[in-house]
């Protein structure tokens, strides 16, 4: 069976017994801080598991895309020395939220095994393992299923800690987590290794396929295990695992899946095929950045980022042993979305995109490689011993972006270590320097802890009645505010909106009685909402009711600029690209500003195609209708959700007509019309492959044209012209100008020859040489350099230096003639003349040309001159 239908197969059969088919989540964990990435099929339903999340389905089944290639689920450094490691796997999985345990669980695993209707291998190939105290799993296998007694292994705590097994599954170091029985195929006796359990298990003959894990326990950061409220079934079988047992093969790499890859990163190296640990590596390290680049990560130098530029860079070195030329990686993209575009159509969708951010990763590596290496090579020559120091791997790091693996590898190669506690302290003492460089105030929100929830009444008013049910000053819960104070005030319903989405909290104020608190911004801790502010007059008193009053023309104006960059967003995909991800915005009163993912600087008629894009949708005046849904049926509905957001069972689905529709909780104009204008005041860069926009719209959009029609008005004016004549009165004026300055350079030159005539008879004699210092106030370097020639032709054995003050700068000019740059370099004389004036220059041995600042020392500069003559004849 090939891997597809592989996949398909499991798919099917879990869903006739009643399992929901569920997408594979994002490598990103949505709202899961303990994950760097996606390393497990369960990871998505991690809150089912905890009992804080309801679904419509009891029993799901998943293709699940993972990564391990960083935190504690690490594979990185064993890819493509091994027959089964990856940066990039498929884990299938089925999976029960209280519903069957156990039993069922084993019985569908052994099922789908060994059935003749699907996998249908050989029963007696099959051993099975389990944690050393799980003696209700043991019977399952024995009793029910037949598995015989001698292969079945049970497996205690063989990792040096309680609980701290092969047999018992964590998902991190805390979270869900609990007993677990594997399932192993044995190859045969012609293949090395042991079963599990045993001293050989390291080998090949025994390959774990299948593992079910047995959710019980929830652990906490104390270590402590306590009980599930429902314990529920994690299950996983690797994809590629299976289809080598499938594909009689005894290595990952040697499946229909990897084999169309290793043809294609041969094809794009230009090596052969010939199973090349090197070309296994490019292969796989393809697959984990194909998918985290569709995911939405791209290369920087923290987080997630950095582990994709390090598995990047690993590609592209391992491609250059190989004898790759030029950029190459980036090319097997193709050969990856044509493997697996059909299961994971993101692929499909972002290819353009992935290859671009590759091609410019691998581009930017490739200017630091090869000068890396040679620093690299050099220390190793001088290495003394078989450990490379921590601060020369921290050097690479920090110096020619060499990850610490990459370092790792070329040592490996050499039969070295690294030292990597060394390289950790050396990264410790950079933080540290980097903290004391910055200064940060305290966050009092932080320190907040309200137990409250607040209802949100704002979206359809801008004043209400409220109780408080909080206060707070300075972080501690208080029971009354006096005037005067700043603080914070918890109401139990209020139309200010909390800061999020991009879109800044709300201002106004509360109203009770004599009191006034005046509300400077809103945000969000939990369900509670914290109005931030002064209290103006009065007292405030946990329990009193108060008048809520929204600012109204600043929420009105922020819901202008929020509207206008859903706009923005899909117009940018529009233009530039389906690959266009927000990666941040900003959303107040007075500007919008708009963070995507672009590669390369927006053209200007890409801006102007923007603007109009938008304005048109602007003029159709659609509705802006919201809608509660689940997420699924958004989806359906063709709306975006932010990358990396975890959403609930009901979502806030934002429409505007037909052009966007996407998943949004902030508060939006009425119809599109409503924002009036939009207009894009600058595009840049913020990050790697990240740009920004910002813009302007309604009111605000109006008081940019018009102030820059009154800049046309007076531009027009000075050249003495109309808003429609402009820019040919400009033309005029600057081709008037070229003409000028070339007149000025001719006069110049025609002054400067003059000069020569009157200066060479005021020559010094020195020792047989004529030396001339001059101060020469208004010309420019360019009129020096000429005059030096020509004085050089004049004087015949000669030492030259010219100086003026031109523009507020001193500029310098130095000359020796042919005959004496032996003894005499006019880059010598330049140097001591620049550093007296407070500048630098140098220059060839007969010629040199410098600089400064400080022109009244000019004339003590030029006074070197002749002690430089004495000293060198």
Same mark, same amino acid.
């Given at each position: ?26 490598? *990103? ?55 089964? &490691? ?20 084993? #019985? ?5 095994? #060994? ?91 025994? *390959? ?17 295990? &306590? ?14 695992? *299976? ?13 229909? /899946? ?148 990459? #370092? ?9 270590? *690294? ?159 389906? &690959? ?183 020559? /010094? ?18 009129? /020096? ?79 070197? #001159? ?8």
């Amino acid at each position: 069976m090939k891997s597809a239908e592989i996949r398909e197969a499991f798919l099917r059969f879990f869903e006739e017994q009643g399992h929901t088919r569920v997408a594979s989540s994002s490598l *990103i964990p949505g709202n899961d801080p303990t994950l760097l990435f996606t390393n497990a099929g369960m990871n998505q339903f991690k809150d089912c598991f905890l009992g804080q999340e309801k679904r419509a389905y009891t029993r799901a089944v998943s293709s699940q895309k993972c990564v391990r290639a960083g935190g504690k689920h690490n594979d990185l450094e064993n890819v493509g020395y091994t027959a089964r &490691h990856h940066t990039f796997f498929e884990m299938l999985g089925n999976f029960s939220f209280g519903d069957y345990f156990k039993r069922d669980a084993i #019985t569908y695993a052994w099922n789908f095994l #060994t059935s003749e209707k699907w996998l249908n291998l050989p029963k007696e190939k099959l051993w099975v393992t389990v944690y050393a105290s799980d003696d209700e799993a043991y019977d399952i296998w024995t009793k029910d299923i037949g598995v015989p007694a001698e292969r079945m292994v049970r497996i205690g705590d063989n990792k040096g800690a309680p609980y701290a097994s092969d047999n018992f599954w964590t998902m991190g170091d805390t979270g869900p987590c609990g007993p677990c029985t594997e399932i192993f195929y044995d190859h045969g006796a012609d293949i090395w290794g042991g079963p599990p359990g045993s001293p050989e298990e390291d080998g090949d003959r025994y *390959i774990e396929i299948w593992n079910n894990v047995f959710m019980q326990f929830n652990r906490t950061a104390d270590g402590v295990l &306590h009980p599930l409220p429902a314990p529920s079934v994690d299950t996983g079988m690797g994809l590629e695992r *299976i289809s080598a047992v499938l594909q009689h093969v005894h290595s990952n790499y040697e499946i229909d /899946l990897f084999q169309s890859l290793l043809t294609a990163s041969a094809k794009a190296i230009g090596c052969t095929n010939d199973a090349q640990a090197s070309l296994k590596v490019v292969a796989d390290h393809i697959r984990s950045c194909g998918f985290l680049v569709a995911d939405g990560v791209l290369p920087s130098n923290e987080g997630r980022g950095y582990v994709l530029r390090r598995i990047i860079r690993r590609a592209c070195r391992h491609g250059n042993k190989l004898g790759a030329k030029g950029s190459f990686f980036y090319q097997i993209v193709a050969a990856l979305v044509a493997e697996m575009g059909e299961a994971f159509p993101e692929l499909k969708s972002q290819q353009a995109h992935i290859e671009r951010v590759l091609k410019a990763e691998e581009e930017q590596f490739a200017k630091t490689l090869e000068q890396g290496l040679k620093i690299l090579e050099q220390d190793l020559a001088e290495l003394k011993g078989d450990v490379v120091p921590g601060d020369v791997v921290f050097k690479l790091y920090d110096t020619y972006g060499f990850p610490m693996d990459l #370092t790792g590898d070329i040592a490996r190669e050499r039969s070295l270590t *690294i030292d990597e506690e060394g390289f950790e302290r050396e990264m410790e003492a950079q933080r540290v320097r980097a903290r004391s460089a910055s200064s940060f105030g305290m966050d009092y929100n932080s320190l907040v802890k309200v137990d409250v929830a607040t209802e949100f009444t704002g979206y359809t008013a801008h004043s209400g009645s409220a109780k408080i049910v909080a206060l707070y000053k300075e972080g501690q819960s208080v029971d009354v505010l006096s005037e005067g104070e700043a603080g914070v005030v918890v109401l139990n319903q209020t139309p200010f909106y909390a800061e999020s989405g991009g879109q800044i909290g709300d201002c106004g104020f509360l109203q009770a009685g004599a009191a006034r608190f005046d509300v400077r911004d809103t945000t969000k801790t939990g369900g509670a909402f914290l109005h931030h502010g002064v209290l103006d007059s009065g007292s405030l008193i946990v329990g009193t009711p108060v008048q809520t009053h929204v600012d109204a023309d600043v929420r009105h104006a922020t819901s202008l600029n929020h509207s206008a960059t859903h706009l923005l967003h899909a117009a940018l995909r529009q233009v530039l690209g389906e &690959h266009v991800q927000q990666k941040g915005s900003l959303v107040d009163s007075q500007r919008l500003r708009f963070d995507f993912s672009h590669f390369e600087a927006i053209k200007p008629e890409q801006l102007k195609a923007l603007e109009d894009i938008v304005n048109a949708e602007i003029r159709k005046n659609s509705p802006v209708e919201t809608e509660e849904t689940d997420i699924e049926t958004a989806k359906q509905k063709g709306a975006m959700a932010l990358f990396g957001e975890k959403y609930g069972d009901s979502v806030r689905v934002l429409s505007m007509g037909d052009f966007s529709v996407e998943l949004c909780g902030g508060i939006h104009a009425n119809r599109t019309g409503d924002i009036g204008l939009l207009k894009i005041t600058s595009e840049g860069g913020v990050a790697s492959g990240v740009r920004r926009i910002e813009a302007v719209t309604g009111a605000a959009a109006l008081a940019y044209l018009n102030a820059a029609e009154e800049q046309l008005k007076e531009a027009a004016n000075l050249v003495k012209g109309s808003r429609d004549n402009l820019i040919d009165k400009l033309s005029a004026v600057l081709e008037r100008n070229r003409l000028l300055e070339k007149q000025l350079e001719q006069l110049q030159a025609k002054a400067a020859s003059a000069a020569g005539d009157d200066l060479s008879a005021s020559a /010094l004699d020195v020792k047989g040489v004529k030396v001339l210092a001059v101060r020469l106030d208004g010309q420019d370097g360019k009129a /020096l350099l000429a005059l030096v020639d020509q004085l050089k032709n004049k004087l015949g054995r000669a030492v030259i230096l010219l100086g003026s003050v031109h523009e507020e700068k001193v500029v310098l000019v130095a000359g020796v003639t042919k005959d004496l740059t032996g003894q005499l370099k006019a880059g010598d004389l330049m140097k001591q003349a620049a550093a007296a004036v407070g500048g630098k220059g140098g220059g060839r041995p007969d010629m040199a040309q410098g600089g400064g600042i400080d022109a009244g020392a000019l004339d003590a500069a030029l006074a070197l #001159t002749v002690p430089f003559v004495e000293q060198g004849l």
